[in-house]
């Protein structure tokens, strides 16, 4: 692996700004000082007994690996332990009282604001999360230590931390479409109870979670009440701490292509660039604009798992980083969309589409939040005066106005991504012109 310094380099190269580690490593925090880089930080499986029965532990623990290097290095959470349930179960009883006792440490320090705590959960902490308004906790963990762990999260301003690899969910799915699981074009699939449909596993997972929370009974109200999951005034957030796909493997699944298309697909999910699920026939997008279908007005922070391949890992763990260890990418991703020179990219119209299919998608993407005006008869886009210049304009209006994912240029196959600019450029035998956009802002 590369030193620290050098990480530090390529993670700023990348224009990226946040990272987790799990230990509090002195060279790599002393690394990362002065950066502007934020890193999450953990207190490990190991510490944690001592963490939850000594007040002193934890307030020294503290001291030396977060006050010691912050403000400096940016510490802007600590995690407490890693995937307890699954990984060191006979733990699960002392997890909320150590989340408690660093909090104070925190609060002593006067880090209680800028530095939360919480604790990565694996997914398989749910003992139902299909269809997702039935998602709940395990019965072994939901009242002992989810609900006292949920109520702490929303006193503290703090946000749920789950771990989420959707391949493996639709590897132990029979019949589940490969595009459900890659934010691609599909059908959806509907919630029995909830009716609502859903576009992309990761939205169906994430609201099980939602629903799972909901669930558990709260100390502030009545016996039975449901959990209004609210922190600050907002709903509690569920972050992902680790999600990705792997680039090799699992059975087939696991290939370059696959996982730039998740990346590619989650990324564009997290910045807001997908515009609703639309089952129309033409254009059937992925995620939703913003959240979830039930709970469309929350935000999403997700941690890629992981920044390198490690070919020492167990061979079902080596193959999901975003660079190979000589630091070179196992696939092109723009980390922050409009951060440093990003491959421009467009969507025009196919000449091969036909006129009637031309019609539809073009029909579609104006009456779906494509400005249109400029093609009318008399503007200064209507010539020439063709079905292809005209649905090139708005696909691309339509794609750019979505982030550009990919889903927005589907068009019932009517449309193509390119990546020279349209703007006065040449498409086959026309020339369309439309506002180029660039940081997501015309």
Not at 21 to 26: E, F, L, S
Not at 131 to 153: C, H, K, Q, T
Not at 349 to 367: E, F, H, P, R, V
Not at 426 to 441: C, M
Request: glycine letters at 8%; hydrophobic letters at 35%.
């Amino acid at each position: 692996m590369p030193d620290p310094a050098t990480v530090v380099q390529l993670l700023k190269k990348n224009s990226i700004t946040m990272v987790r580690i799990y230990d509090t490593d002195p060279t790599v925090l002393r690394s990362l000082a002065n950066t502007g880089i934020k890193v999450t930080v953990e207190l490990t499986n190991e510490e944690l007994p001592s963490a939850a029965t000594d007040q002193n532990f934890a307030d020294q623990w503290v001291q030396n690996n977060v006050k010691a290097y912050y403000p400096a290095t940016l510490i802007n959470g600590v995690t407490i332990g890693n995937e307890v349930f699954k990984e060191a179960s006979q733990l699960n009883s002392q997890l909320v009282p150590a989340m408690t006792k660093v909090q104070a440490a925190l609060a002593r320090l006067g880090l209680a604001d800028a530095v939360k705590v919480t604790t990565p959960i694996a997914f398989d902490a749910l003992k139902m999360s299909f269809p997702p308004s039935e998602g709940a906790f395990r019965d072994d963990i939901a009242l002992s230590v989810m609900s006292p762990m949920v109520n702490f999260l929303q006193e503290t301003g703090s946000y749920l931390m789950m771990n989420i690899y959707p391949y493996l969910a639709y590897l132990s799915t029979p019949g589940m479409s490969i595009d459900y699981l890659l934010f691609r074009p599909n059908v959806g699939v509907v919630d029995k109870n909830s009716k609502q449909t859903y576009f992309s596993l990761l939205d169906a997972q994430l609201d099980a979670v939602y629903y799972a929370m909901e669930k558990l009974p709260s100390s502030s109200l009545r016996a039975g009440g449901m959990r209004k999951l609210t922190a600050g005034g907002g709903i509690l957030e569920v972050k992902l701490g680790e999600s990705h796909h792997p680039t090799r493997g699992h059975h087939g699944v696991g290939t370059r292509a696959n996982a730039q298309a998740f990346t590619d697909g989650l990324m564009s999910k997290v910045r807001g660039g997908n515009s609703g699920t639309t089952s129309n026939k033409y254009n059937r997008l992925a995620t939703s604009a913003v959240g979830t279908p039930h709970r469309p007005n929350a935000d999403l922070d997700v941690y890629i798992f992981e920044l390198f391949n490690e070919d020492n890992k167990p061979e079902d763990e080596q193959d999901f980083g975003l660079f190979y260890p000589n630091q070179q990418p196992v696939y092109q991703v723009d980390f922050v969309h409009g951060a440093g020179p990003v491959q421009p990219s467009y969507c025009t119209a196919k000449a091969t589409a036909g006129d009637a299919a031309l019609q539809a998608a073009l029909d579609y993407a104006c009456g779906h939040g494509a400005d249109c005006s400029a093609i009318q008869p008399g503007k200064p886009c209507y010539k020439p005066n063709t079905k292809l210049a005209h649905a090139s304009y708005a696909f691309n209006d339509y794609y750019q106005k979505n982030g550009r994912a990919s889903g927005a240029c589907d068009f019932g196959g009517a449309g193509t991504i390119v990546n020279q600019a349209p703007s006065g450029e040449s498409f086959g035998t026309t020339t369309i012109h439309s506002t180029v956009y660039t940081s997501g802002q015309p």
